[in-house]
């Protein structure tokens, strides 16, 4: 059983910071690519950016030069730095990971298809 969890979400001013986190529990061998999403209301889920294994990081245009993804593999553990936040930002975040499993002598990877319940953020005066 593989969980992700995130936190770190909660209310902000426009033009604040907030840094979200992801943890990575149960039985697997590694963590492959990990991604950030987000669901604004009545929108689609979108992707916010990407991390590898060896931490090269890809990002939407829309959060460029504000976000910044990081990993922290020894905690199991991806973050999501945002800053300049705008009310626009507004929206669930999920985490989701691409799990290595070990069966025998092979490795397996489950593609990017664990997702955490997600965190709340809320950019607003």
């Known amino acids: 059983q593989v969980q992700l969890v995130e936190s770190g979400g909660g209310l902000v001013q426009p033009g604040g910071s907030l840094r979200l986190s992801c943890v990575v529990s149960g039985s697997f061998f590694g963590i492959h690519d990990m991604g950030w999403y987000r669901q604004a209301p009545g929108k689609q889920r979108e992707l916010v950016g990407t991390i590898t294994s060896d931490s090269r990081t890809r990002y939407t245009d829309s959060v460029k030069g504000r976000f910044t993804i990081s990993r922290d593999n020894a905690k199991n553990t991806v973050y999501l730095h945002m800053s300049t936040l705008k009310p626009e930002d507004t929206a669930v975040y999920y985490c989701?990971?691409?799990?290595?499993?070990?069966?025998?002598?092979?490795?397996?990877?489950?593609?990017?298809?664990?997702w955490g319940q997600g965190t709340q953020v809320t950019v607003s005066s």
């Open positions: 989701n990971a691409d799990i290595i499993f070990r069966q025998g002598d092979a490795y397996v990877y489950s593609g990017r298809n664990y």
